[in-house]
């Protein structure tokens, strides 16, 4: 199945409660997308749709840089594990010089063409692991990627010796670091009780201290 017509078939453009400026392809019903994806089209190389919701740390990221423009205006930006692209997408509104979204889920890379065609901006895309790669960037945003313990560990330490100036957002996921860390900003961010724990998630928005 071709991931453009994937996502346009089973997403619509909306706003992310926090962050109103952007619209994104994003599931309308929760369950039904899930299991449909994992359970139905799994067998045609079709990954859980992470791409499809705008996951809380995600939002709080972004809400902070278009908030707090001058920390990307005029620098080159890796948006990690991007998913829809809604970091990314903040910060090219945000005047970033240059933004790369890197996702391994190439229905993730699709979504994201298609958010930044949504939203007019042109943003640059990646499905390679970039974890331990070279770092050609000014300032690397995370968010919401502490959810399993191999994956955390792995982009820490590549994060820790990255120079570059790195921002996190974290809803309190079990393998975020628990030290090493500024806490910008925090916000109430809506969700669901579909995906998460609770309707509200209090989100932090961190800066990585060396």
């Known amino acids: 199945m071709n991931p453009h017509d ?31 994806t994992e359970e139905e089209l ?17 939002q709080a990221l972004a809400r902070y840089i278009l908030d707090h423009p001058e920390i990307v205006a005029g620098k080159r930006v890796l948006d990690f594990g991007a998913g829809s692209g809604l970091v ?30 949504a939203n007019g901006f042109a943003l640059a895309t990646t499905s390679e692991d970039v974890i331990g790669g070279p770092v050609p960037y000014d ?16 982009l820490m330490a590549w994060l ?22 500024t806490q910008l900003a925090s916000y109430n961010v809506r969700t669901t009780r579909e995906l998460e724990d609770r309707e509200i998630r209090e989100t932090g928005v961190w800066r990585l201290t060396r």
């Open 160 to 181: 820790i010796a990255a120079p570059a100036e790195i921002l996190l957002g974290d809803p309190g996921r079990s393998y975020f670091p628990k030290s090493g860390l």
């Open 139 to 154: 300032v690397i945003l995370v968010g919401d990627m502490c959810y399993e313990r191999p994956l955390a560990e792995r």
């Open 88 to 117: 990314g997408l903040a910060a090219a509104r945000a005047g970033a010089a240059s933004v790369r979204c890197a996702d391994i889920d190439a229905f993730a890379v699709a979504a994201i063409q298609a958010n930044a065609d």
């Open 42 to 58: 799994e067998q045609m190389g079709v990954p859980p749709p992470y791409w499809a919701f705008a996951w809380a740390g995600g």
């Open 6 to 36: 994937f996502i346009r078939a089973n997403a619509s453009l909306m706003a992310p409660p926090l962050v109103p400026e952007i619209a994104l392809y994003l599931a309308t019903e929760v369950v039904p997308l899930w299991r449909k």
